[in-house]
């Protein structure tokens, strides 16, 4: 197979492999390279949620997370009857998608120097208690049009609503060690 057909590596991956990895296991020691600190995934999510609940909008939030991933999203349904939002069990709620490897660096990358700059009146995520005893960290982007993807059809995006996002780390990873994670990639937060 030639060189050049070959995919490149993302330049977070490398600078996670060059540089952070090395830093962060100065700071909090470790006894194999296996439980060194890392992002396991980062899962990418939006909800047919609210008064405008329909399976006409399917399409548009399937067209609209593929644009944002680059990975085919998997709907995602109902597990019980709810009638006062009028949903019955197995109805479609939304989709999602997982993001591991070459894919979720990509995604980062675009996230933290596109995606969170482009938000107005956006001063960083503020990572509160409920994330300390996790090894997850969650939050949502209301402003969908915050992405380049969407605005060149804006018209066609402007109803995709709020993007969930949850980076997950290793279970032994402790928060501290998430967190300095999360900075050294210039993450914005207020912590």
Do not use: C, W
């Not at 830093?23 to 060194?36: G, L, Q």
């Not at 998997?74 to 070459?102: C, W």
């Not at 402007?158 to 967190?179: C, D, H, M, Y």
């Amino acid at each position: 197979m030639q060189d050049h057909l070959l995919p490149q590596e993302s330049r977070f991956k490398s600078f996670y492999s060059r540089e952070i990895s090395v830093d962060i296991a100065e700071k909090y020691p470790i006894s194999t390279i296996f439980d060194r600190t890392k992002i396991d995934k980062i899962t990418v999510s939006t909800s047919l949620k609210g008064s405008a609940f329909s399976k006409k909008r399917i399409p548009q939030q399937f067209l609209a997370l593929f644009l944002l991933t680059s990975q085919k999203p998997k709907v995602t349904l109902a597990r019980k009857a709810n009638a006062n939002l009028k949903i019955r069990e197995g109805m479609p709620t939304g989709l999602m998608t997982t993001l591991r490897g070459e894919a979720m660096f990509l995604f980062l990358d675009k996230l933290i120097n596109t995606a969170l700059p482009s938000i107005r009146h956006f001063e960083g995520l503020s990572f509160s208690d409920q994330h300390k005893n996790s090894n997850t960290i969650s939050f949502v982007i209301r402003e969908s049009t915050s992405f380049l993807e969407f605005n060149e059809e804006f018209e066609m995006f402007n109803s995709i609503g709020s993007v969930s996002i949850s980076i997950t780390f290793p279970k032994r990873t402790s928060f501290k060690e998430a967190l300095s994670l999360v900075t050294a990639f210039q993450f914005p937060h207020l912590d």
